[in-house]
């Protein structure tokens, strides 16, 4: 008894507690004494199956005594099976007969004991205790593989295992390359398992099953999608007492991916170009990444523990304050200066981003930094070019701008615009490359005139400007004459030896003539124009009055525009006569203008600004193609039978061009070439590049070729003597006085003996008076056109002209 009370007692000293199940009443009653005599406790009698399950749900005893035959109460093997699907708890079988058959079915319940019927005390404290003896180890192994279990989920662990002798691998726990939960008794072949692993994976297990001792490795685990390759940590070994490989495995994916991402981040940091500082959040250096040294030739060493304030960002002067402050205190960028080891300083775009921890808070800072100087010197070529001329290196119209917006409104300065005379001439003839040469040697000029403050502006092409502050219009006239004559000095152009230009400049003066860079230019470039026709190489300061002639100017472009599309031009005839004999020798095409808005507009005040906007060209076309239309028609009709002459302006000349459109326009109105005379300027002479070879193409086709206003020029009489000249105008302006004046009396002479010389014939123009014939034809003119035979008249008046004799 005292044995059966030591050994059967539960938790806490109190009795193990019985559920008897037997449908013998007195059978049952005799159990429970037998029981209560041994210490125990029985805490009810079942007699059926359902009864049974009842109460074992309902009290939970320590251990049932279960009858295998209830009669009408049913079967005792199912209520055990039953009993145990709901709770835990150890049955023993009673009965009357222990045949075979009983025992399989009995064996299948898995009970802890079994007595026959009838039962002995010694016999049956016996098999209580062992009972209860077993389930409390069994219990205890159930914990610890539940304790373990646990372990092994909240470790995310896997236990797999290799019982020596067969070839299943048993997985239980967590493994996670074949499924996301926990695993029991999950059984795979060895060749399935195995072939998802590498194959040094592979070896090494091999090696394992076939000398045992110790497994370590980080495998690779292939699944059978593509991506789903996964990371584990295994650690295996064989063991004897379980005669069997056993190991735990771990899904370190995670780990290894982190691991992979952290050695591409140490090569980025490596590798960067960038410097990066890797500051705690004190904001002292830990460590620093190549770039950093290469950029400031700091050390690590040097550095670690320092802040960024302490040596890398620049500080001026003694009172140490700083030029450039990095954010530390948040993440943002920042253009900073800093210094390298050496003591030299660089521009530097800085970045300051906070490393936080899993509660946000910033546990280190990552500062990176690079080298802007190249940025900064592009930006300032960049300004540079935008505000600069990028031939001569003079400020551009940008430029100009700019400096006239920083002056004072109580401030007094002067603009002055210069247009360079001649330099078309030059760049044509020399080539665009010597044009440049020019360009680059007036703005050296101009540029090394200016004081500090002054600026000097290339518009483009060959305009210039000038803006002389505190210079007025008083001072202005000096400064604007040394700039005309240092233009106008000689300029080496060598190979082709050196040239000479002259300019016409404008003056404005501000506030005067104008507030803005629009106002001034506007008034210094009318002022420019005004000094161009009052004769070049010359200076005009800007008067209200110009303006009106500038806005004239601007009505004769845009009405010559509109005018030759309208019908508003019209060729009207001057005829040229021998002074003998009165004879029509030919006639004079000359170009008229006749506007709705302005009327008859002279020819002396269209001209010339044909000749400045481009328009001489089309203009000149059109009076020439009308000009031997009409005299061809003439002449085939039998009313006129001598020359038609024609002016051609220096731009047509020097349209490479020219001279088959104008073999093309004779060949087309079917006049004979002899009857075209073109009369060209010495001036014209002096602009054209490369004049005789065009003039002697234009001879050979037959045409005649006479130069007008000659004496009014400054032709070379060598250069004269090379052209294929037929005939020589004497200018109106020595005709008119040469009755009286004895100077251009001795103009005229010797004009008719160089003509003579050269084997050239004359005509005078501008005669209006019958003395002036007279003292031309004494004097060998043989040839005049003026208002004293007739004036320049429309063709229809012409033709009754002619017709009247």
């Known amino acids: 008894m005292t044995m059966a009370l030591d050994l059967g007692g539960a938790c806490g000293g109190e009795p193990d507690t019985v559920l008897i199940v037997e449908d013998e009443a007195i059978f049952a009653l005799d159990l429970k004494q037998t029981l209560q005599a041994l210490g125990y406790k029985v805490i009810a009698i079942a007699s059926s199956h359902a009864e049974a399950l009842e109460l074992g749900v309902n009290h939970r005893p320590h251990l049932v005594l279960m009858d295998i035959n209830l009669g009408v109460g049913g079967d005792g093997i199912s209520a055990a099976e039953d009993i145990n699907r709901v709770i835990d708890v150890p049955v023993v079988f009673l009965t009357a007969y222990a045949d075979d058959e009983i025992l399989r079915r009995a064996a299948h319940a898995v009970p802890y004991g079994y007595l026959v019927k009838p039962v002995q005390q010694r016999e049956l404290n016996a098999v209580v205790q062992m009972a209860l003896a077993r389930f409390r180890a069994s219990q205890g192994r159930m914990r610890a593989e539940r304790r373990l279990r646990l372990a092994l989920e909240r470790a995310k662990l896997g236990l797999v295992s290799l019982p020596m002798g067969t070839e299943l691998v048993e997985i239980d726990g967590y493994f996670p390359p074949v499924a996301d939960e926990s695993l029991s008794g999950l059984r ?15 070896a090494k297990v091999h090696q394992l099953l076939a000398v045992g001792g110790d497994l370590h490795l980080l495998a690779r685990w292939q699944g059978i999608d593509e991506g789903s390759t996964r990371w584990l940590e295994v650690h295996a070994s064989y063991s004897e007492y379980e005669g069997a490989v056993v190991g735990i495995c771990r899904d370190v994916t995670q780990q290894v991916q982190l691991q992979d991402e952290l050695r591409q981040a140490a090569v980025v940091f490596e590798s960067a170009a960038d410097a990066i500082l890797i500051l705690n959040k004190e904001g002292r250096i830990t460590t620093a990444n190549g770039a950093f040294t290469r950029l400031t030739g700091w050390q690590v060493e040097e550095i670690r523990g320092l802040h960024p304030n302490d040596f890398l960002h620049a500080r001026r002067g003694s009172d140490r304050e700083l030029l450039a402050q990095t954010p530390l205190d948040s993440s943002g ?227 010559l525009l509109q005018a030759m599309g309208n019908g508003e031009l019209s060729v009207h005839w001057q005829p040229q006569v021998e002074l003998g004999s009165r004879r029509i020798v030919g006639a004079e095409a000359l170009l008229r203008w006749k506007s709705p808005q302005s009327g008859n507009v002279p020819p002396d005040r269209f001209i010339p600004i044909a000749e400045e906007c481009g328009l001489i060209q089309p203009l000149g076309r059109w009076v020439m193609s009308r000009a031997l239309m009409t005299w061809a028609q003439w002449w085939q009709a039998g009313l006129v039978d001598g020359r038609v002459a024609v002016n051609v302006s220096a731009l047509q000349l020097q ?84 009755v009286n004046n004895s100077s251009d009396q001795a103009i005229v002479r010797a004009v008719v003996a160089m003509a003579n010389a050269m084997g050239m014939e004359l005509i005078a123009e501008g005669v209006e008076r019958q003395e002036q014939s007279e003292w031309l034809r004494e004097a060998g003119v043989m040839e005049a056109q003026g208002w004293l035979f007739a004036r320049a008249m429309p063709a229809d008046e012409f033709l009754i002209w002619l017709a009247a004799g």
């Open 188 to 202: 795979m072949p060895l060749t399935e398992f195995l072939s998802h692993l590498s194959l040094d994976a592979q």
């Open 333 to 559: 960028h920042a253009e900073v200066v800093c210094k390298r080891r050496d003591g030299s300083t660089f521009p530097g775009w800085e970045h300051v981003a906070p490393v936080r921890d899993e509660y946000g808070r910033v546990t280190q800072r990552v500062m990176t930094f690079t080298d802007i100087s190249a940025l900064r010197m592009a930006e300032s070529k960049v300004r540079h070019l935008a505000f600069h001329d990028a031939l001569t290196g003079l400020g551009n119209r940008h430029q100009l701008r700019e400096s006239l917006a920083l002056l004072a409104s109580d401030e007094v300065a002067c603009l002055l615009f210069l247009d360079l005379d001649g330099f078309k001439v030059i760049n044509d003839s020399l080539g665009h490359d010597a044009g440049d040469r020019l360009l680059m040697s007036v703005a050296e000029r101009i540029q090394g005139m200016l004081r500090l403050g002054d600026v000097a502006i290339r518009l483009g092409g060959d305009e210039f400007v000038l803006l002389l502050r505190s210079v007025g219009a008083e001072q202005v006239g000096g400064v604007a004459r040394r700039v005309l004559d240092s233009v106008h000095e000689p300029i080496d152009m060598a190979p082709g030896g050196s040239v000479q230009i002259s300019g016409s400049l404008g003056v404005a003066v501000f506030p005067r003539d104008g507030v803005d860079a629009d106002a001034l230019l506007r008034a210094a470039d009318i002022a420019m124009y005004a000094a161009k026709a009052g004769g070049r190489n010359r200076y005009a300061l800007y008067e209200s009055s110009m303006a009106e002639a500038a806005n004239e100017r601007l009505v004769i472009e845009q009405g």
């Open 655 to 738: 349209d490479e061009a020219f001279v088959d459109q104008l073999a093309a326009e004779l060949q087309a109105s079917g006049l004979p070439a002899h009857m075209l005379e073109i009369e060209v300027t010495e001036t014209a002479l002096q602009r054209v590049p490369h004049v005789e070879e065009k003039l002697r193409r234009i001879r050979e086709l037959g045409i005649c070729i006479a130069l007008d206003d000659f004496g009014t020029g400054y032709s070379s009489l060598s250069m004269l003597k090379m052209l294929p000249l037929k005939r020589m105008k004497v200018d109106r302006a020595f005709v008119k006085d040469v």
